[in-house]
């Protein structure tokens, strides 16, 4: 079945192409009637704008780009929700990647993207990226990039991130405010700017509060699987340790809320014997027992600020404006786990 075009509505109507053409846009100069006329019969036939004749004359295809390391991840979903309806508003269409915690996929991404001409890309880098070759290509394109959580601190782009290592300080400060004194810190892989960031808040306020950094109560949880290195670490600490720890702050709810379970089946009480501290505040850190003190970030208004700032350098796509790094608040939620 062939497309219908414009100009077989206006021979329909007995009109021309051109106001057609407005009709179906809303032009004021085009009568009520006229309009009512075209958009029935466009719906009667089914036309379909020809996105190839609109993208050459716009010079946009009204799609951009995510790529995110998962999307099963609740800050990632709400961050993805919040893209999607600030795009919706603007009549953007989303393309959604996720690379999997894998380089190559990341890298598979990008040039699909490219290839589909997209209007702009915002990515979380992957854990294990090193190399940011695949953002020059971006930018290379004259495609507008927005990085955003996690990101690369060399590359010259706009971003927008939270203070993760000013975040990790307030938890662990609030831990040792409390009284616990032997702290372990169950961390990211070595890599990603938000694992290190995140240790160096932790180590920054042990030592501002005169306790010894002791590397013997860090630990890497570098598989991919929050939950499983929460829990597999709990158990070597505590092997290794034994009741010589007080408390805990994790990277991740779900690397805390591992720790949790083995703690609680081990008979070991939260926060009597072990106070616990995740990060990201997702929705399962307030239905568990005991509820999880965590720290909240808003991925929602962050998805939000992310198109924010990319629509704005799509729209100004032929003029240099600076790039921008916006920095979105963070707050400790406390509950029962401290």
């Not at 700032?309 to 786990?337: C, F, G, H, Q, W």
Request: aromatic share 8%.
């Amino acid at each position: 079945m062939k497309a219908i075009t414009l100009k077989q509505i206006a021979e329909e109507l007995n009109i021309s192409v051109t106001t057609v053409s407005k009709a179906l846009k809303d032009y004021p100069d085009v009568s009520k009637k006229t309009k009512k006329q075209v958009k029935e019969l466009a719906k009667k036939l089914n036309y379909i704008p020809n996105a190839s004749a609109v993208n050459l004359r716009t010079q946009q295809t009204k799609t951009i780009g995510v790529i995110v390391p998962t999307t099963v991840h609740h800050f990632f979903a709400t961050v993805i929700k919040g893209i999607i309806k600030a795009a919706k508003k603007k009549d953007y269409m989303v393309i959604l990647m996720q690379s999997e915690e894998d380089v190559e996929q990341e890298i598979k991404s990008v040039d699909l993207l490219i290839s589909k001409g997209v209007d702009g890309i915002m990515i979380s880098l992957s854990n294990k990226t090193q190399n940011f070759d695949h953002l020059e290509k971006i930018k290379n394109h004259d495609i507008p990039l927005v990085l955003f959580d996690k990101i690369s601190k060399i590359t010259d782009c706009s971003k927008v991130v939270i203070n993760d290592q000013k975040a990790a300080y307030e938890a662990v400060e609030y831990l040792i405010k409390k009284g616990y004194k032997r702290i372990a810190h169950f961390r990211g892989d070595l890599n990603p700017q938000v694992s290190i960031d995140r240790f160096l808040g932790y180590k920054k306020a042990l030592l501002n509060n005169n306790i010894e950094f002791d590397p013997s109560l860090v630990y890497i949880c570098n598989n991919n699987d929050d939950f499983n290195d929460g829990h597999a670490s709990a158990k070597k600490l505590i092997d290794m340790h034994g009741k010589n720890v007080d408390a805990l702050f994790a990277i991740t709810d779900m690397v805390a809320i591992g720790a949790l379970k083995y703690f609680n089946d081990n008979g070991i009480k939260i926060p009597k014997d072990i106070a616990i501290i995740g990060f990201s505040n997702w929705f399962m850190s307030s239905v568990i027992t005991p509820t999880l003190t965590t720290i909240d970030q808003p991925g929602y208004k962050m998805g939000k600020t992310v198109f924010k700032l990319l629509y704005k350098e799509i729209k100004a796509k032929n003029v240099d404006i600076p790039y921008e790094t916006i920095e979105m608040k963070t707050s400790l939620v406390i509950r029962e786990s401290t």
